[in-house]
């Protein structure tokens, strides 16, 4: 059995992202470094990945819980088109 699923992150997910971005002893790990300030801030973050996840330079998905679906955080990947030896977490 699969413990963990990604999926597509959702407009309905704008809660939760702000529970994990705002908290700035979780966001002292990531790679944005930006801390969210408002619900308003996770709604853009949700518009942006989607409209990065169309060019196919990026992909942002929500990390859930398959048992549950919980949403318990988010996963991005970067396509770097001239340098496919480089991957980043």
Same mark, same amino acid.
């Given at each position: 059995?699969?413990?963990i699923t990604f999926r597509t992150l959702t407009?309905?997910?704008i809660s939760e992202l702000y529970q994990?971005?705002?908290d700035k002893s979780v966001m002292k790990y990531? #790679?944005?470094?930006v801390v969210m300030e408002s619900l308003d801030d996770a709604l853009?973050?949700?518009?942006?990945?989607?409209?990065?996840?169309?060019s196919k330079l990026t992909i942002r998905k929500g990390v859930e819980l398959t048992k549950t679906k919980e949403l318990i955080? #988010?996963?991005?990947?970067?396509y770097y088109e001239n340098k496919p030896s480089i991957c980043e977490n």
């Open positions: 059995m699969k413990l407009v309905e997910d994990f971005y705002s990531q #790679s944005i470094r853009i973050f949700v518009n942006e990945q989607y409209l990065m996840e169309e955080g #988010s996963v991005m990947y970067w």
